[in-house]
């Protein structure tokens, strides 16, 4: 293989990466509209859904390990390969969440509401912002841009320990709301941890450019 096929492979793997991480925003998305509309069928389309990203995480895998077959890639070039399978299995488990949270909706979809989402949404709008910077960081090889971006999830935990303490508070007062606030809970935790992977994504973006190896989920 000659490096200008070498590098256009490269750029695929790339660009299945960069259509990868467009449908797991889609997913995460739709998993909190279908939440907030109580929408089983888009809670069901998720759930179907989610054997595209599976796909696609095993097929780019599958080219990066028959690239390096193939090849004797230099240093940066496999650095690059590795952080790409990295990548991709950080993606993966942000979509596995987003069913998570669509099997919540699935749970509740007949139940009135104990209270309003609004800090639920609002911690989604900052993961979607969270997502589109730490690939716009690893498109660009921005080692600044990873760094803000994991800044972004201090404002994340702050809203998710005042949903919790709102939650405790509603399942000591009203036992009979325990089940739902739980289920509650659990979207809140999923959400942090797609957040987690996010910074993940920042964390290997750091490595491809620095060879660094940074641990930003403190």
Not at 99 to 118: G, M, P, S, W
Not at 205 to 214: M, R
């Amino acid at each position: 293989m000659t490096r200008t096929s070498f590098d256009l492979e490269l750029r695929n793997l790339h660009n299945d990466l960069l259509r990868m991480s467009s449908i797991v925003e889609k997913q995460i998305y739709n998993s909190i509209e279908a939440l907030k509309k109580k929408d089983d069928n888009l809670a069901s389309e998720i759930i179907k859904n989610d054997d595209i990203v599976d796909k696609l995480q095993r097929d780019i895998e599958d080219k990066c390990i028959k690239l390096i077959a193939r090849e004797q890639p230099l240093a940066k070039d496999l650095r690059n390969i590795f952080t790409t399978t990295k990548i991709v299995t950080d993606l993966e488990r942000m979509a596995d969440h987003a069913v998570d949270i669509a099997k919540v909706v699935k749970r509740l979809k007949d139940e009135k509401y104990i209270k309003e989402l609004v800090d639920i949404p609002r911690i989604t709008e900052i993961i979607q912002k969270m997502i589109k910077s730490a690939i716009d960081a690893y498109v660009e090889g921005n080692v600044e841009l990873a760094y803000a971006t994991c800044k972004m999830d201090d404002e994340i935990d702050a809203i998710y320990k005042g949903i919790f303490k709102e939650l405790i508070d509603l399942m000591i007062n009203d036992k009979t709301v325990i089940n739902q606030a739980a289920q509650f809970l659990f979207v809140c935790k999923f959400l942090e941890r797609i957040a987690d992977h996010v910074t993940n994504i920042c964390e290997w973006t750091i490595y491809l450019v620095t060879g660094e190896t940074v641990d930003l989920n403190d």
